[in-house]
């Protein structure tokens, strides 16, 4: 059963804390990438990987880090250095980049206090 | 600046009647354009994609591209309350995807 998977489901942490979502992918997609959802807000890009061991920035790159060391995975930090981490979090993945469908795992919701 | 635009609605149409959506985009080379559909608290979820100018239909999911007025549209027939959700319209602008912020669709019982 292919699909793409996150984890946890709810996470809450302190302010400070650094925080690592799981974002894992069994349809030998190439590319992944990492969005953030706001109320009212479109989806903004975070990063993004095209291959293995390579990833590039996205719109909102600032506070967050990531790794792509297996082909199936690509977790996100979200650190003490992200202002305002509170948030809907989509991990998604495709073929290719650009012209390619993305598909979405169903989400990690980040509440920090 | 790199854009899609949507109504943000709530657009509201009658249980049964067609429900028409609309999204423009700022990219003239955009080549690839997809629609999603996303429930309150949930993740997006493909519905359609469209690559050529024209119509291309999937049940009663129609979507509709002009490359030349750089519009994009989706039509629901015969909509139904469980089509009540937030509809995302996605372009591809280089190797990214841009999406636009989504129309709040409300089908009345």
């Known amino acids: 059963d292919g699909g793409i998977t996150q984890s946890p489901k709810y996470l809450f942490r302190k302010e400070g804390q650094n925080v690592t979502l799981s974002c894992e992918q069994n349809?030998?997609?190439?590319?992944m990438y990492w969005y953030r959802q706001d109320p009212g807000q479109g989806l903004r890009l975070i990063y993004y990987?095209?291959?293995?061991?390579?990833?590039q920035k996205g719109d909102i790159a600032e506070g967050y880090s990531v790794s792509r060391e297996k082909k199936e995975s690509f977790p996100l930090t979200v650190t003490s250095a992200q202002k305002n981490p509170t948030a809907f979090y989509l991990c998604?993945?495709?073929?290719?980049?650009?012209?390619?469908?993305?598909?979405f795992g169903p989400g990690t919701r980040l509440t920090v206090t | 600046q790199k854009e899609v635009e949507q109504n943000s609605g709530p657009l509201s149409v009658p249980e049964g009647a067609i429900a028409s959506l609309n999204c423009t985009y700022s990219?003239?080379?955009?080549?690839?354009f997809f629609w999603y559909r996303q429930y309150s608290g949930k993740s997006p979820e493909l519905i359609m994609s469209?690559?050529?100018?024209g119509d291309k239909e999937d049940g009663r999911f129609t979507a509709q591209l002009n490359k030349a007025s750089q519009y994009v549209s989706l039509l629901i027939r015969d909509s139904q309350p469980s089509d009540s959700a937030t509809y995302l319209c996605?372009?591809?602008?280089?190797?990214?995807?841009?999406f636009g912020k989504g129309t709040r669709l409300h089908i009345l019982p």
């Open positions: 990987s095209q291959i293995v061991n390579d990833f």
């Open positions: 996605a372009v591809n602008m280089g190797d990214k995807i841009i």
């Open positions: 990219d003239r080379v955009s080549q690839s």
């Open positions: 469209i690559y050529s100018n």
């Open positions: 998604a993945s495709s073929a290719g980049t650009g012209t390619y469908e993305q598909y």
């Open positions: 349809l030998n997609h190439d590319a």
